[in-house]
């Protein structure tokens, strides 16, 4: 496993969150990601997309028969089993409390154990096309602002892909210049007008060497907003 080769990060992050990673490689994984800032992102990513790719959860209704059940096993109830601790409810609370507390630790954990380290992304965008879903990711460090495609664009002759952004509150947005559809821009972190949580970006299509206005001219391809690491 190459943990320093984006593509391969991406790639073994994905197959991580859908459980297909060998298992011969999952505890090396596992031990890269609590120090692994660009790791924690990839997983993050990949969990939240599949989120949104998921079925709504449909409510399902218990038969009256386990209701029954369940009313007859609680303490107190007639012919309900002997009141020992595994038949305890406020033992089960206890229980069910402790291990939510320990999965809130773990995470703190991982997230803490993460290096804050120059060039560590302080920034992501996750911009999503209005009909086939993610396309571009946009990571902001310390000194660049970085965009990477997902998946291909096609983009017809005479036409040009433009980067934009506008930070909440400003009065219109600013072009961060044109972008290629098959490899990551980097961009000097000086060139956005400022910074902040919930900030938009977005890259649109248009006529060849970019918008002839001081805004985007054409379709957007894809649009989302930054939230802070």
């Known amino acids: 496993m190459?943990?320093?080769?984006?593509?391969?990060?991406?790639?073994?992050?994905?197959?991580?969150?859908?459980?297909?990673?060998?298992?011969?490689?999952?505890?090396?994984?596992?031990?890269?990601?609590?120090?692994?800032?660009a790791l924690v992102v990839a997983v993050g990513y990949w969990r939240d997309r599949l989120l949104e790719m998921a079925p709504p959860p449909v409510p399902v209704e218990p038969v009256a028969s386990l209701w029954q059940r369940i009313e007859r096993s609680l303490p107190g109830r007639a012919g309900a089993p002997g009141r020992g601790w595994w038949n305890s409810l406020s033992f089960w609370r206890f229980s069910g409390a402790l291990g939510v507390l320990a999965s809130a630790v773990l995470v703190m954990k991982l997230f803490s154990a993460v290096p804050q380290e120059a060039g560590a992304p302080q920034f992501l965008a996750v911009l999503q096309a209005p009909a086939t879903g993610t396309n571009w990711l946009v990571e902001v460090d310390d000194r660049v602002v970085r965009l990477r495609p997902l998946s291909p664009t096609a983009v017809a002759a005479g036409k040009s892909v433009?980067?934009?952004?506008?930070?909440?509150?400003?009065?219109?947005?600013?072009?961060?210049?044109?972008?290629?559809?098959?490899?990551?821009t980097e961009?000097?972190?000086g060139k956005l007008p400022g910074m902040?949580?919930?900030?938009?970006?977005?890259?649109?299509?248009e006529p060849q060497g970019g918008s002839p206005l001081p805004r985007p001219s054409g379709p957007i391809l894809a649009v989302g907003r930054a939230v802070r690491l």
Request: proline residues 8%; without cysteine; charged residues 15%.
């Open 162 to 184: 433009q980067f934009w952004t506008k930070p909440v509150g400003a009065a219109g947005p600013t072009s961060l210049g044109l972008v290629r559809t098959d490899r990551p």
């Open 187 to 189: 961009i000097a972190l």
């Open 196 to 205: 902040s949580p919930n900030q938009l970006f977005e890259v649109t299509l």
């Open 2 to 37: 190459n943990f320093q080769d984006p593509e391969q990060v991406d790639l073994l992050a994905g197959e991580y969150v859908l459980g297909v990673l060998p298992l011969a490689q999952q505890a090396a994984f596992e031990q890269e990601l609590l120090h692994n800032r």
